[in-house]
């Protein structure tokens, strides 16, 4: 199992009432599950893209993203902008 980091941003950061925490999970999918406990994150994360040590998971099955140790997964919710 890895350790690492989990950062929140903007609506995400909000949900989750902390800017970051640290997590135990082999996969993006086992820590989805993890952090889903949280009811608002929950209702965040649908929308949200994750990056895993600056590489985007993108459209893979989040079970299949393996986790390293040390890993660092910024969850990003959608941004407004141009």
Known sequence: MATGTVRFWAAAKEAAGVAE?????????ELVTKITRNDALARVLPRCSFL????????RDPNTVELPEGA???VLPPFAGG
């Open 21 to 29: 925490e640290t997590f135990d999970a082999e996969t993006l999918g």
């Open 72 to 74: 660092t997964v910024e």
């Open 52 to 59: 895993v040590d600056g590489n985007p998971a993108g459209t």
